[in-house]
């Protein structure tokens, strides 16, 4: 009988998925550590999957051809129970097609596959939409792992940082209400590194919308450390709740919340993609576990 949860084991670590929302909710390094957040009273998630939009809409409505649909931040995807299309001890595939239900909030026909994979000390993570109707296809679509703040709990979250592949000179975006603000901010990048404090989020998530890495690093100099790299998104979100939790999301996105001064059409929305009728896009990320001394 097909099961609602799977736990890949590998070499070095070991990931658990459920069929609700095709998401991660466990993280686990050689040592058993566990590094994902789990779902506590701060925030009911653990690593939900972004589809078809990411952030919010104006108003919480697509607009379609003069038509409006509710659809709530972040999208419907993370609600929805997927398929299981494959699983096996260490990689596993689910799938969510329309249906009548989706089809109120997003009158599109689509194939949104999800796979996970293991490598030693590494979790590969695979999004591909598949448009199988005949109109173009708008949507956006993120990552939102949540991970332990700290990873150790002896260990200050003020000891935290993350260091990007490359330099981040570039201003950031902020949101205000759920919404992009028109413009952008310094940076609190000091060259590749954002030291890391409950403060840093007090406006929200930090959102590089163009980032120059691909790639970022996450640790105290001591303990367990994430390495996240990435393929085919363009922004990155970095997000704690305000107000200080114990959980820091590392986000990479192809889409972004609406700016507050759009209210135009989905399809014409900065940071959509647009699948021509029979083509796919594929995404990745990847999760690699590490431990400094």
Not at 32 to 56: D, K, N
Not at 68 to 76: D, L, W
Not at 179 to 200: C, D, H, N, R, W
Request: aromatic share 8%; hydrophobic share 40%; net charge negative.
């Amino acid at each position: 009988m097909e099961q609602d949860s799977l736990t890949l084991q590998g070499d070095g670590i070991s990931a658990t998925i459920v069929g609700q929302g095709a998401e991660l909710v466990s993280l686990r390094d050689a040592d058993g550590t566990e590094l994902l957040w789990q779902a506590g009273p701060a925030w009911r998630r653990h690593s939900p999957v972004l589809f078809p939009i990411v952030g919010r809409l104006e108003g919480d409505q697509l607009r379609h051809r003069r038509q409006s649909y509710p659809m709530t931040q972040h999208g419907f995807a993370r609600d929805r129970r997927f398929a299981w299309a494959e699983q096996g001890p260490m990689s596993c595939t689910l799938v969510l097609t329309d249906d009548v239900e989706t089809r109120t909030h997003y009158p599109f026909a689509f194939r949104l596959a999800i796979g996970y994979d293991l490598k030693p000390r590494q979790l590969g993570v695979t999004f591909e939409i598949t448009n199988t109707g005949d109109e173009l296809l708008p949507a956006s679509v993120g990552a939102h792992p949540a991970f332990n703040w700290p990873l150790l709990p002896e260990l200050s979250k003020d000891a935290y940082r993350l260091t990007f592949a490359d330099d981040e000179p570039a201003p950031v975006r902020r949101l205000k209400d759920g919404l992009l603000l028109p413009t952008p901010q310094p940076t609190p990048i000091a060259g590749k590194t954002l030291p890391l404090s409950e403060k840093l989020f007090d406006a929200d998530a930090v959102i590089l919308d163009r980032p120059a890495s691909t790639s970022v690093r996450y640790a105290a100099g001591h303990g367990p450390a994430i390495e996240m790299s990435w393929d085919g998104f363009n922004e990155l979100g970095i997000w704690s709740k305000p107000g200080g939790a114990p959980f820091l999301c590392i986000e990479p996105w192809h889409g972004i919340a609406s700016p507050v001064d759009f209210d135009g059409e989905f399809t014409d929305k900065p940071g959509v993609m647009r699948i021509e009728p029979g083509a796919k896009r594929v995404l990745s990320y990847r999760i690699g576990l590490d431990r400094e001394p």
